[in-house]
C-alpha cells in the first residue's frame, strides 16, 4: 500500500521525477538526491512502511527477494570493489524518509570511523 504524503510514495507512483536505474514487482531503485559516495542509491520496497519491526510474511518475502537482487544491481552501477548497506530506523540513526529503504554506497573506498 501507498501513502498519499509520502515523498518515496510519491516517487515510486512517478508523481515526482527520479533518476530511476532499475525497478521491478516489488522495488525501485534509483539515485539519492544528496549522494554521500560516488555511488549512491536508494533500494525502495513498493509497500508504504518504516520500520523493519513492521515486516509480516508477505514484506519479508518481498525484502528477502530485493536483497538477492542488490549485488547484480550495485555491480551494474560501478560498485566493482564492494558496496555497503545502509538502512537506518528511526530518530536515533537519523531516518529522515519514513518509508523503509536501503542506501547502497560505494563507487569508492568508503571510511569507517
Ligand atoms: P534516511 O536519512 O535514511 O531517511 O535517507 C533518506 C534519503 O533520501 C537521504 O539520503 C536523502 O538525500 C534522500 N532523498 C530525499 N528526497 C529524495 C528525492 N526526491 N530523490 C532522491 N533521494 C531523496
Ligand atoms: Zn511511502
Known amino acids: ?4 504524503d509520502c515523498i518515496f510514495c510519491k516517487i515510486i ?18 539515485k539519492d538526491i544528496e549522494p554521500k559516495a560516488k555511488v ?10 518504516k520500520l523493519l ?6 514484506r519479508s518475502a518481498a525484502l528477502c527477494r530485493i536483497m538477492q537482487k542488490l549485488p547484480q544491481i550495485a555491480l551494474d ?3 566493482k570493489n ?9 530518530d536515533d540513526a537519523g531516518q529522515t524518509v519514513f518509508h523503509l529503504h536501503i542506501h547502497i554506497l560505494g ?7
Open 53 to 58: 519491526s513492521e515486516l509480516d510474511k508477505n
Open 1 to 4: 500500500m501507498l501513502k498519499d
Open 40 to 49: 549512491h542509491l536508494l533500494a525502495v520496497p513498493k509497500d508504504h512502511y
Open 13 to 30: 507512483k512517478g508523481e515526482i521525477p527520479s533518476q530511476k536505474v532499475y525497478e521491478d514487482g516489488d522495488m525501485l531503485v534509483f
Open 77 to 79: 552501477n560501478g560498485c
Open 107 to 113: 563507487g569508492e573506498n568508503l571510511p569507517w570511523e
Open 82 to 90: 564492494g558496496y555497503r548497506l545502509v538502512v537506518n530506523q528511526g
